[in-house]
């Protein structure tokens, strides 16, 4: 007989536990049962994967597979190639004629996808918009300081064309040492009046201004017998119309407050462009055309960080907006009502945060250089002088000691260094590789006892990269990089868009900076920068530019990963210097005179307005900690080719690193 089993008394608490289980069981069930059919089918995928043998051998297949790719296609080119050499022994062409067929048929296909490519990618990137806080959401009456202070810039540009005492000689050097493009540029006179007639602006103005060549500005009280005296005259639309209009009768000049309100819409109508009959765009001419909308959304572009409309705006915002537009009516002197209060259509401002990208599609040969070739090169040639690559964060650095030789040979690891250290930050173009004649010649000067650190910004090198690291991170990348040496400040040089990387640091982490140098600095006068750079992308046509002006334009400022960075990344607010920014620290400023991206003429005028405002009685003006070299006959980072101005501009920043 089997023994019988006797019921077994659990203890109260197991026996609650065992019911509650079986009752949570079949309360699961229940909840299973309203799960989606969907849902419930990939919650069994996931667990066939996770826990079946042919989910484990579906895995290790994949594996494998990622693995084999390379062999696999390597396999398939030696069939392609051996096949190719059947055809090839068939034929009665030559080998080379047939090889060389065949990989320009593949290189067209490769570029037909990088195409497609470029549209999809300028299409997504479009799509995306960068928000920095403290932009966003800016103080009580911060917009109104940004506002009034850029306005009164025009102010400050017409005072320092009168501050004589503080200008400094411009060096005009012989025929032989001109430069390359002497030669090529057509004299100054035609050319800057040529450029006033096609885009009148402050800047063109002054260009025009500066000339010197006897006849080309007349004083009216010397035309009385028909006898023309030369003269330097003020900024202002009645000299302006007189040097288009030479002629014996020269009506009275006007005063200077008159002339400085000309100079106000002149800077008013570079705002905007309106369409020609022909169906391009041109700069506005008449301040007339003008409305209250269209000054609106100028500042709503720029204010108010890219807003399409007032809808957007809080009711706090939208007032100030209205202050801000009468603001600026009252600046320029015009009305406050009437036909003013509309809008015209035809008018249109550039919103850099806005519109589309004005990036132009180039081949992928072309990337080639810029993201391969020239960075190897470079690489090489950055070894050679003593430097090696590293990271701080998201930034990367080259760095270089006083005696290279000697200090490699205890490895790569950071050892604290001494000197007052140099950091170089680099423009728009292929990194540190483009600066290579001149960071030769400073490692030959500065570099002798100083450390130098090369800042390498790969969102405007040309290169495939989207991740565009905010300006914080950036000044306290830098900062990092520099205590990682044993470092507390250095000499910052800007370059061109390198100049921005200098303001960042100067805003954010201003202790580490000793003195600046910014050379091609585009950094000052930032709104007035990006309409010259919107008037060259997209107003002003091929036909109407030189040589050089179209090199900027397709080579620098047209490139997909550039206008990423710049019309979305970008925020002029935290990036725009003003000159008293720089007081306090000592600042070298180095101007080209035939720059066509920075407005030089106007930037000369305001180091002239604050070196007055600086100086004392008997003050020099390399006294006041703001020093001004300007370079004749060159543009835009024309010193880097030039290699008498290269000389010139290095000797120049060693002697202010050593002062």
């Known amino acids: 007989m089997a023994p019988q089993r006797l019921p077994v008394a659990l203890p109260s608490t197991v026996e609650q536990a065992l019911r509650a289980e079986l009752e949570g069981r079949s309360d699961s069930r229940a909840e299973l049962r309203q799960v989606p059919a969907w849902a419930r089918l990939q919650r069994i995928m996931v667990s066939w994967m996770t826990d079946s043998v042919l989910g484990l051998l579906v895995a290790r297949l994949g594996v494998a597979t990622m693995k084999a790719v390379p062999f696999v296609s390597l396999l398939v080119v030696l069939r392609r190639m051996w096949r190719l050499n059947r055809i090839m022994m068939r034929s009665r062409r030559s080998k080379t004629w047939i090889l060389m067929r065949s990989a320009f048929e593949m290189w067209t296909l490769v570029e037909l996808i990088f195409y497609i490519y470029f549209r999809c990618k300028k299409w997504s990137l479009e799509k995306r918009r960068a928000y920095e806080p403290r932009v966003l959401w800016k103080a009580p009456n911060e917009r109104q300081r940004l506002l009034t202070n850029f306005l009164t810039t025009i102010e400050r540009i017409h005072a320092g064309q009168g501050s004589l005492p503080f200008r400094e000689k411009a060096k005009r050097r012989e025929a032989k040492g001109a430069g390359i493009f002497q030669a090529l540029r057509p004299p100054p006179r035609q050319e800057a009046r040529e450029k006033l007639i096609s885009a009148p602006s402050v800047e063109n103005f002054l260009r025009l201004s500066d000339d010197h060549e006897p006849g080309f500005w007349y004083e009216p009280k010397a035309c009385s017998k028909g006898m023309a005296k030369p003269m330097r005259p003020a900024p202002s639309v009645e000299n302006l119309l007189r040097s288009w209009e030479v002629s014996e009768e020269v009506s009275p000049r006007t005063p200077a407050d008159v002339d400085l309100q000309c100079l106000k819409h002149l800077e008013l109508c570079s705002w905007f462009s309106t369409l020609t009959p022909k169906g391009t765009r041109d700069i506005c001419r008449d301040v007339q055309q003008i409305r209250r909308g269209n000054i609106e959304q100028w500042l709503l572009s720029y204010f108010f960080d890219g807003a399409e409309s007032t809808q957007e705006l809080s009711d706090r915002e939208a007032q100030e907006l209205q202050e801000l537009v009468d603001a600026v009516a009252r600046w320029a002197g015009l009305p406050l009502d009437g036909e003013w209060a509309g809008n015209n259509e035809g008018l249109k401002c550039f919103r850099m945060r806005n519109d589309p990208f004005p990036a132009v599609h180039r081949p992928l040969l072309s990337y080639v250089n810029t993201a391969f070739v020239a960075p190897t090169i470079g690489h090489q040639a950055l070894t050679m002088l003593g430097f090696r690559p590293y990271r701080s964060g998201s930034t990367e650095y080259w760095f270089r000691p006083p005696n290279p030789a000697e200090h490699w040979q205890h490895g790569?690891?950071?050892?604290?260094?001494?000197?007052?250290?140099?950091?170089?930050?680099?423009?728009?173009?292929?990194?540190?590789?483009?600066?290579?004649?001149?960071?030769?010649?400073?490692?030959?000067?500065?570099?002798?006892?100083?450390?130098?650190?090369?800042?390498?910004?790969?969102?405007?090198?040309?290169?495939?990269?989207?991740?565009?690291?905010?300006?914080?991170?950036?000044?306290?990348?830098?900062?990092?990089?520099?205590?990682?040496?044993?470092?507390?400040?250095?000499?910052?040089?800007?370059?061109?868009?390198?100049?921005?990387?200098?303001?960042?640091?100067?805003?954010?982490?201003?202790?580490?900076?000793?003195?600046?140098?910014?050379?091609?600095?585009?950094?000052?006068?930032?709104?007035?920068?990006?309409?010259?750079?919107?008037?060259?992308?997209?107003?002003?046509?091929d036909t109407g530019m030189d040589p050089m002006e179209i090199a900027i334009k397709y080579f620098v400022m047209t490139e997909l990963f550039v206008c990423n960075f710049v019309c979305r990344c970008f925020f002029w607010e935290e990036s725009n210097l003003d000159m008293q920014d720089l007081e306090g620290t000592k600042a070298l400023i180095v101007l080209e005179s035939e720059d066509l991206i920075v407005p030089t003429y106007s930037v000369r005028s305001l180091v002239f307005a604050e070196q007055s405002r600086r100086a004392k009685a008997g003050k020099a003006p390399s006294e006041t900690g703001l020093e001004?070299?300007?370079?004749?006959?060159?543009?835009?980072?024309?010193?880097?080719?030039?290699?008498?101005?290269?000389?010139?501009?290095?000797?120049?920043?060693?002697?202010?690193?050593?002062?």
């Open 628 to 659: 001004l070299l300007w370079v004749e006959d060159q543009p835009h980072a024309g010193f880097l080719l030039d290699m008498v101005a290269n000389e010139d501009v290095c000797a120049r920043l060693a002697a202010f690193h050593g002062s």
């Open 412 to 541: 790569l690891r950071p050892r604290l260094v001494s000197g007052k250290a140099l950091v170089f930050c680099h423009g728009v173009g292929v990194g540190p590789t483009m600066c290579l004649t001149f960071l030769q010649r400073l490692t030959r000067t500065v570099g002798k006892e100083a450390p130098v650190f090369l800042v390498d910004t790969a969102g405007i090198s040309m290169r495939f990269s989207d991740d565009v690291p905010g300006a914080r991170e950036v000044a306290a990348n830098i900062e990092n990089m520099l205590q990682v040496w044993g470092l507390s400040w250095a000499h910052f040089v800007g370059h061109s868009f390198g100049a921005f990387v200098v303001a960042w640091v100067l805003r954010y982490a201003r202790h580490v900076v000793e003195r600046t140098t910014l050379i091609d600095p585009v950094c000052f006068l930032v709104l007035k920068i990006l309409v010259q750079g919107h008037e060259l992308q997209q107003v002003r046509h």
